[in-house]
């Protein structure tokens, strides 16, 4: 789904390429300059690269160093004076906001989603195409009570379909990550997945169950594993593996940018005195709403006014237009709603400084 503004923040994209400047709103020119210091969640990692690339280059005069070690530090970070902003996997919490009232002003920090990223399900058979999973099916598969490609369970919502004999090989990280709380989220919609929503997987009965470490090794190591499945990032499936199609209370969607983009202006809005939360919808017809949204946490008010501007500048930045598809385009996530981008920039402008 486009909004009216892809066309010329497309050309933005272009324009920024080759290093023609003037495509980002707010202060003058000459009044951006510095040099920004971010830490937070790994899942922000190519959106946030991105967007530097895209605001330095219109704003010559400054820089970002980001390091994706967490988002839990990023937010200790900022708490600390040790970052300017953090991405984070989640919105604040009153009590994290609480924790950054000494360095951001009396109003603390506020956090405004920014990106959402969607999750899918990546396959590894070269005969399967096209092929639909349930909630039902993805559970019986990562707890281990469905082993085979034509198990009945999935040759029953796939009539007419050639299934193979082969065997089935789910992978899975097994450090904490957000992509696996926001899988195990969709699978506990069913009442066949009975281990609840958790950051980290359980323990399947699967024989041919495969673990790798970190999420960022599931795409080699499905790559390497004939019947391979894995659910994974859209960035890290790119075109390299067949995805199956889902459910989400209408027909079996397929994700891509323009079905996640639907789910994405489905989803919920709300204002709260730690900030913008935005929630995919849980159902949809035609959207694609398996998905992380992510998080970026300013200071209500930072030390100086060259600071406070130059924190402001990067904040309109990625929720402007221009931001919004520099990132659709290079990093392969989707936007927030319209309602919740409306309301983070509105939050993005108070932003002030304590002198």
């Not at 919502?157 to 195990?184: H, Q």
């Not at 406070?308 to 931001?323: A, I, N, Q, Y």
């Not at 936007?335 to 981008?341: D, G, I, R, V, Y």
Request: charged share 15%.
């Amino acid at each position: 789904m486009r909004n009216r503004s892809t066309g010329g923040a497309l050309a933005c994209i272009l324009l920024l390429g080759i290093g023609v400047t003037g495509c980002s709103s707010g202060a003058p020119v000459s009044e951006v300059r510095g040099s920004l210091t971010a830490i937070g969640t790994p899942v922000q990692k190519d959106p946030i690269g991105a967007w530097s690339n895209a605001w330095s280059k219109d704003l010559t005069a400054t820089s970002l160093n980001y390091s994706p070690d967490g988002s839990n530090v990023g937010l200790t970070a900022l708490a600390t004076r040790q970052a300017y902003f953090a991405a984070l996997d989640g919105p604040l919490s009153p009590e994290q906001q609480n924790q950054t009232k000494d360095v951001c002003g009396p109003a603390g920090a506020f956090s405004v989603p920014v990106s959402v990223t969607s999750i899918g399900v990546a396959l590894n058979n070269p005969s399967l195409r096209n092929v639909k999973l349930s909630r039902e099916v993805l559970a019986g598969i990562f707890s281990g009570s469905i082993t085979r490609w034509d198990a009945p369970e999935i040759a029953d919502i796939n009539p007419g379909t050639a299934l193979p004999s082969d065997d089935i090989a789910p992978i899975m990280a097994t450090e904490p990550s957000v992509e696996t709380e926001a899988a195990t989220k969709y699978l506990s919609a069913d009442a066949a997945w009975t281990s609840g929503v958790s950051a980290t997987w359980p323990k399947t009965e699967n024989d041919n169950a495969v673990t790798v470490k970190k999420h960022s090794d599931l795409a080699d190591k499905v790559d390497k594993t004939p019947g391979g499945i894995a659910f994974m990032d859209l960035g890290s499936i790119g075109s390299r593996f067949e995805t199956a199609l889902l459910s989400f209370g209408g027909g079996y969607v397929r994700m891509s940018k323009d079905s996640a983009a639907t789910a994405a202006q489905e989803g919920s809005t709300r204002t709260l005195p730690t900030g913008v939360e935005f929630a995919l919808p849980e159902t949809s017809e035609q959207g694609y709403a398996l998905g992380v949204v992510g998080y970026q946490a300013f200071c209500s008010e930072y030390s100086n006014h060259q600071l406070s501007t130059l924190v402001k500048s990067w904040g309109e930045f990625v929720l402007s237009p221009d931001g919004q598809v520099t990132s659709a385009y290079f990093a392969n996530v989707a936007s927030p709603s319209e309602a919740a981008m409306r309301e983070s920039k509105k939050l993005i402008d108070t932003i002030g400084d304590a002198q």
